[in-house]
């Protein structure tokens, strides 16, 4: 299994040092060939108006046609709101790879930063959560499954293969998000093999 993680901007280096503490091959993709033979893709937290720089390159256009045909993706932060249907105050068009609607920086400023611990359906309890101007989902589809909230708000969801979370797992020595996903993943990847 390889696993690409968006290396445009944000936590890359911490997300690939939690595949690799879990024995999986990370790709940093930066061009539009990195995604060739990629079994999931990352997309770190950071500034949501990278979706500006994936236009450029054209990764965006051929992220969109991936999610389409349910390629597992995971997005904290900033990645959530690309892979959203609906962001508040987004002025680009996203992935549209999960049916939620999400504010942005729902969480405060960046001085308003803060951990907490978290319980997580599938996941477990007391998962360590760092809100770092965390966007919030304030709408799910019909077919998405929330996973985790936060002062009433859902903080984690998934649908199909796309998993999303306000909250950067990457930040804390805590792999059991990641681990979740690497499962998702290798578990679609049996189903399909029938």
Do not use: W
């Not at 390629?71 to 709101?81: H, V």
């Amino acid at each position: 299994m390889i696993v690409g993680v968006l290396g445009l901007q944000g936590a890359v280096r911490e997300h690939v040092r939690s595949l690799d503490q879990l024995g999986v091959e990370t790709r940093i993709v930066k061009q539009l060939r990195d995604l060739d033979g990629l079994d999931a893709l990352v997309l770190p937290g950071g500034e949501s108006t990278t979706i500006s720089l994936l236009g450029e390159n054209g990764i965006l256009g051929r992220l969109r046609e991936m999610a389409q045909k349910g390629f597992p993706m995971f997005g904290t932060c900033a990645g959530m709101i690309l892979l959203a249907v609906e962001a508040e105050g987004r002025e680009r068009p996203g992935l549209d790879a999960i049916d939620i609607a999400v504010a942005r920086n729902a969480s405060g400023r960046q001085v308003d930063s803060f951990e907490t611990l978290l319980v997580v359906d599938e996941v477990g309890g007391d998962v360590p959560a760092v809100f770092i101007r965390a966007p919030y989902v304030t709408r799910l589809g019909e077919g998405v499954v929330p996973m985790a909230r936060h002062d009433g708000f859902v903080v984690m969801a998934r649908e199909g293969s796309v998993l999303v979370a306000s909250f950067h797992p990457e930040l804390t020595e805590d792999l059991r998000v990641h681990r979740y996903f690497i499962e998702q993943v290798a578990h679609r990847g049996k189903e399909n093999d029938r």
